[in-house]
C-alpha cells in the first residue's frame, strides 16, 4: 500500500506509540488530584506542557491548552475570542479566508447567527488570501481574523506574520489554523505573532483526539466547554495525559524528522509532480509548488472524474484524496478549489497527493507508471459516479 493521503492523517510514529503506552501505564492517576499519584500525573503534564511551549516558541507553558484536536482548538478559539472581544471591547466584526476547513468557516457561519457580521475573504488561483481585501476590511470594530497557516487540500502557505501585524494595527486578534503545518514547517507563535494557534496530533504522527489550542496571554477569551477549571479555567474536562504525552512526543519527533528529512520530502513531492505531468497527458497542477507545505501536490486530470480514479487507484494500492477526506463521497468540487477558480469539472478531476517521511522514491515512479496507465484507460471509458 502507497499512502500519499498523509494531510488526512498520519500513522503513529514507533517512538510515540511506545510514549502513549508508557504513559498509559506509568500515569494512572488524575493529573487533577491532590494524593501521590495525582500530583506525579500534574507533574508530568507540566513537563509536556513545557515541551511543547518551547517548540512552538511560547513564552509561557501556560500559553498551552491541551484539547481534543483540530476541530475542538479551532472552534474554542473563533467562538471563545470573538465572544470575548464582543464582550470586553464591543467588537463584532470576524474575518476568515474561503479556504479555511470547516472547522473554522463553520464557526464563523454560527457566529454570524450570533449577530457578529463575518466576512469571507477571497484567495488567488494559488489560493493565496486577498491582502488587498484583508488591509479593506480590517477595521475598528474587527474582533479577530482567522486565517490559516497551510491549508489541507493545496498545501498553500499564507503570509500569516503580516496578517497579523494588519490586524494587530487596528486592535483585532488573530488566530491561525496551523494543524497542516506542523511537522513540514516550522511553527513559532512570536514568528507568526499570532494571539491564538491550533494544532492536531494525528496530522504530525501522533495519535487521534488530541490537540492543542495555543493561546498568548492576555487574550481576550471565553471558555465554551463548561465544567471543572482544568487547562487554567480554558477548557473543561479531565486531562488526557497519555494522549497529552504522545502528542509531546510527536511534535518533537516531527519537528526533528523536518529539520533532518525536509527537504527529501519536498524533493519527493517534486519529483511525483514532474513524473505525473510529464507521463500523464492532459494533467495539470493546481496551485505553485513554491507556496505550498512540502509534502502536498494538487493535480487535476482532464476528462477524468476524481471519486473513480480514487477507487481504481485504491484498487492498484495507492491511498489519496479528492478534496478533503471527509469529502470522499461528495461529487462536488470541495469550497477549497471553487475558491481558487476551477470550474466543476477542472475540480471534479483533481486529486490531492500528500506525502510523509516515509515514502519513497520508488513508491513516486509506481505512482506516476499506475496514472499513466489508469487516466487514458478512465478516458475511454463511460463516466460512472
Ligand atoms: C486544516 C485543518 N484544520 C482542522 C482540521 C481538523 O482537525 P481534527 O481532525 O483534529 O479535528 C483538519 C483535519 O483534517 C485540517 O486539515
Redesign the pocket.
Known sequence: MINFDQ???TPVDEEVLTELIRATRDFSGNSSSGHSLGTKAGKYLRECRERVAKILGASDPDEIVFT???????NAAVRGIAYAMREQHGRNEVITSAI?????LSPCDWLREQGFKSTVLPVDRNGVVDMGAMRNTLGPKTALVSV?M???EIGTIQPIAEISKLAHAVGARVHS?A??AAGKLKVDVNELGVDSL?L????FYGP??V?VLYLRKGTPYQCFMLGGTHEGGKRAGTVPLPQIAALTKALEVSERKRLEHGAELQALRDQLVKEVLAKVPGSHLNGELALCTPNTASIRFDGVYGGHLLRRMDEAGILASAG???MWEITKPSHVLTALGLNDEEGGGTIRFSLGYGNTAQEVTQVADILAKLVPEMRAQPVQK
Do not use: F, I, L, Y
Open positions: 494531510n488526512a492523517t481534543s484536536g483540530g476541530t475542538e482548538s479551532d479555511e476547513h470547516r472547522a473554522v490559516m497551510a491549508n489541507n489554523d494543524v497542516q491550533s492536531s496530533a494525528h496530522k487521534k483526539g490537540g478533503s477526506a471527509c
